[in-house]
């Protein structure tokens, strides 16, 4: 069974920080890209960013770049998003999900799977 978990997210002050992981299971994990997408109330679901499994190239949506940093752990199966210098605007709920193949895309059309998402909020 395919299984993405994000951790839990959480309120944090504006200028604050936040580390998101993501966990996946059941796929072969280098064979897939990972991305992480957000959603805020009343708004379309937005490409934050992803990590290719070929080569570890990332990508960043304008938004976020400079702020946001994603990484992964091929021998974990784990994927991360550092945000620092939040902003009330980051405030939504962020999913992980996986791509298979070696490509990339911020997209969410593109993907096969998806996490439950976590609730990230950013006080001013």
């Known amino acids: 069974e395919v299984q993405l978990v994000e951790s839990r997210g959480g309120l944090v002050q504006a200028g604050g920080s936040l580390r998101l992981s993501c966990a996946a299971s059941?796929?072969?994990?280098?064979?897939?890209?990972i991305g992480w997408f957000r959603q805020a109330p009343g708004k379309e679901r937005e490409g934050v960013s992803c990590?290719?499994?070929?080569?570890?190239?990332?990508y960043y949506a304008d938004s976020v770049k400079g702020r946001f940093t994603i990484s992964s752990d091929n021998a974990k199966n784990m994927v991360y998003l550092q945000m620092n210098s939040l902003k009330p605007e980051d405030t939504a709920v962020y999913y992980c999900a996986a791509l298979a193949g070696y490509g990339s895309s911020l997209q969410s059309y593109d993907y096969d799977y998806w996490g439950q998402g976590t609730q990230v909020t950013v006080s001013s």
């Open positions: 059941g796929f072969t994990f280098d064979d897939y890209a």
């Open positions: 990590i290719s499994s070929s080569d570890g190239s990332t």
